[in-house]
């Protein structure tokens, strides 16, 4: 049993910052490594950025630019940030393990609607 709960989403001008977070709970021991995903309108979840406990991994994609992943220290959340956001980067933002599938448990996930 894990948890998910991100947080951070709204309604984001276009040109804006993205910085969300993610807290897992629950049986996280055997977790190390976790990634962010987005679902798009008319789009299936796909993965924007991964890391590895200890290190960090991005996921650029070629419309949509790099992401930037990271795990705080303090209360190690799981961050997502971007810059200069585009309409195109609209969806709901889930976090989850790295190698979860469709049939994982996933959060509500927090919406990021940029609006042009």
């Known amino acids: 049993q894990v948890q998910f709960v991100e947080s951070g989403g709204g309604l984001v001008q276009q040109g804006g910052s993205l910085r969300l977070s993610c807290v897992a709970s629950?049986?996280?021991?055997?977790?190390?490594?976790m990634g962010w995903y987005r679902q798009s309108p008319g789009k299936p979840r796909e993965l924007v950025a991964a890391?590895?406990?200890?290190?960090?991994?991005n996921y650029p994609s070629p419309t949509k630019g790099r992401f930037t992943i990271s795990r705080d220290n303090e209360k190690n959340p799981l961050s997502l940030q971007k810059n200069d956001l585009k309409p195109e980067h609209t969806g709901v933002y889930s976090c989850?393990?790295?190698?979860?599938?469709?049939?994982?448990?996933w959060g509500q996930g927090t919406e990021v609607a940029v609006s042009e």
């Open positions: 629950g049986n996280i021991s055997s977790i190390y490594a």
């Open positions: 989850n393990v790295f190698w979860a599938d469709s049939d994982s448990d």
């Open positions: 890391i590895r406990l200890g290190g960090v991994a």
